[in-house]
């Protein structure tokens, strides 16, 4: 069976995307990652796909923080349709999707965030779960619709939050397990077992 082509958008580190490729490396694996595309020609995502012999593309989304420019958007959706990507995975992509690549990639747009949601949206989830006291935090893959973290809820892995966690003990352990969530819910959109129900996502043969 042909493989969903996919393109992965990320702004920094790049461990999910990382994690993403590492996966589509087993032949079992039912997408393969086409294309790495960024904001941020210094992002460590970036020198990782080029060791790979990925695909890249650096594109100029307008001044940060901030959304993506129209054009932009236009510029990553035909990137996109270029290589007839299926899915397209958010992975540390500082920008709110909008325009004609989330209109064109409406279902097929999937995004990862480092804190069980709805609790803790936007950024910096791990510390606001921390701050809030929370005993029980995690991540979260889910597909993207126009809001910030709002989309319907694909796969999510929950981790305990220690007494004496840190900000950055905290964000490590979600981190591993957003390396196993993230290819997880990969697979099942690829294998084609997703279905939306409302903003319900029901997971066939579960
Ligand atoms: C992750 O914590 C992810 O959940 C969030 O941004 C971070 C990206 O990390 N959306 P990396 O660049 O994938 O290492």
Known sequence: MKKTQVAVLASGRG???????????????????????????????????????????????????????????????????????????????MRIVKGRLLEEYAGRMLNIHPALLPSFKGLHGQKQALEYGVRVSGCTVHFVDPGIDTGPIIVQHAVPVMQD?????????????????????????????????GRKVLIQDE
Request: aromatic letters at 6%; proline letters at 4%.
């Open 15 to 93: 461990s999910n995307f990382e994690a993403l490729v590492r996966a589509s490396a087993d032949e079992s694996f039912p997408a393969s990652i086409a294309l790495l595309v960024t904001d941020n020609p210094s992002a460590g995502a970036l020198a990782f796909a080029r060791e790979h012999g990925i695909d890249t593309a650096v594109v100029d989304c307008g001044p940060r923080p901030g959304s993506m420019t129209r054009s932009s958007s236009e510029a990553i959706f035909e990137l996109c349709r270029m290589r007839d990507v299926g899915l397209v995975c958010l992975a540390g992509f």
């Open 165 to 197: 966690d840190t900000e950055d003990s905290l964000s490590a352990r979600i981190l591993a397990e957003e390396h196993r969530a993230y290819p997880e819910a990969v697979r099942l959109f690829a294998e084609g077992r997703l279905r939306l129900e």
